[in-house]
Nanobody, 127 residues
């Protein structure tokens, strides 16, 4: 059973930065598709960024160039570095994982169907 715990959320002004972390346990980290999703009030959950087990990454168009997904296999931790934050980035951010090989690189992760989810960390950006 893979367990995911997010941290690093908070409140910052527009233009600021935050780094989210997702600590994973209960599975051989580095062998699954890992992704970040977000859900703003009264909006549907959307995929933000994903990283395949072998390192390939993909991003939602609106965050390309501002957000960077990375992982530290030694620490079993996934990160999301968020720069140049905008008020529209305000949302609950969730870490998720899927065990299917190639799930991230194929784009399947964008459907939001993942095997495991964290409970989320809140990001609030003020203008």
């Amino acid at each position: 059973q893979l367990q995911l715990v997010e941290s690093g959320g908070g409140s910052v002004q527009a233009g600021g930065s935050l780094r989210l972390s997702c600590a994973a346990s209960g599975y051989t980290y580095g062998s699954v598709c890992m992704a970040w999703f977000r859900q703003a009030p009264v909006k549907e959950r959307e995929g933000v960024a994903a990283m395949e087990a072998y390192g390939s990454t993909s991003y939602k168009t609106s965050v390309k160039g501002r957000f960077t997904i990375s992982q530290d296999n030694a620490k079993n931790t996934l990160y999301l570095q968020m720069n140049s934050l905008k008020p529209e980035d305000t949302a609950m951010y969730y870490c998720a994982a899927d065990l299917a090989i190639g799930y991230c690189s194929s784009g399947d992760w964008l459907g939001g169907v993942m095997d495991y989810w964290g409970k989320g960390t809140l990001v609030t950006i003020s203008s």
